[in-house]
């Protein structure tokens, strides 16, 4: 079982951070097996294009969300949500890797993940919006070669001895430091979307350890 912490589903504020952390370790006592909290950075008029859900218990979709809807960050919460728990999985679900520095990234999952010794699991993505990229000052037609990017430094800093790596996207400094201790493994990946393309079954067969699908994706979905 697992227990989805988002303000769609209203059943508390989404500024209410003690409750979520208790509901979490309750979770834990109830046998629940993981968490999972997703994110934005910023949201803009393009959040709610398609217009608000007429139940906000829906699954929130792309363009369907508010954009003044509070999104407390998942790795703090995640991190609180930690320290009251020993078995709960702790999924860092649909983190926007593209809208982050690499390196800062990658330490804070490393550092989570050893925190909670072992139990994050991440959802690297690129976010549908492209406000939230202008927001930010990053261009959004790059996100895709951001992600992999990302993808690509990560191993290196989990899972191999550094080496000098240089990024046509971002700039980066030609010594990469390791992220986190031995042993050298970093968290479990898996990656989420509504339906597999040439893209998603790459980053999967190279770096996932398995697949989260958006909403309700019917077998058509799964097939194409």
């Known amino acids: ?31 629940f097996d993981s968490v999972m909290i ?8 393009d959040a709610g294009a398609k ?4 139940n906000p218990r829906e699954y929130a979709l792309p363009g369907n969300q508010a954009p003044f809807t509070p999104w407390p960050n998942s790795l703090l919460l995640l991190a609180s949500i930690a320290s009251v728990t020993t078995r709960l ?14 390196l800062l990234l990658a330490r804070k999952l490393g550092t989570l993940d050893l925190l909670s010794e072992g139990r994050l ?17 990053v261009p959004f037609d790059k996100r895709g070669q951001l992600l992999d990017e990302h993808l690509e430094i990560w191993e290196l800093l989990w899972r191999e001895i550094p080496r000098d790596v240089r990024g046509e996207a971002l700039p980066l400094p ?10 050298p493994n970093g ?27 958006l909403g309700r994706p019917t077998s058509e979905d799964m097939d194409s």
């Open 1 to 31: 079982m697992q227990l989805v912490l988002s303000e769609n589903w209203t059943l508390t504020s989404g500024r209410d951070l003690p409750t979520l952390v208790r509901w979490a370790r309750e979770a834990e006592d109830a046998g």
């Open 38 to 45: 997703s994110e934005h950075i910023v949201l803009d008029p």
């Open 51 to 54: 217009g608000l859900m007429p």
């Open 89 to 102: 999985r702790l999924a860092a679900a649909a983190t926007l890797a593209p809208l982050r520095h690499p």
């Open 121 to 137: 699991i991440v959802l690297p993505t690129v976010s549908w919006s492209r406000d939230e990229y202008a927001a930010l000052g």
């Open 174 to 183: 030609e010594r990469l430091l390791r992220t986190r201790g031995p042993p």
């Open 187 to 213: 968290p479990r990946i898996w990656f989420g979307g509504s339906r597999m393309h040439d893209a998603l079954t790459r980053r999967l067969v190279r770096h996932g350890h398995g697949f989260n699908p």
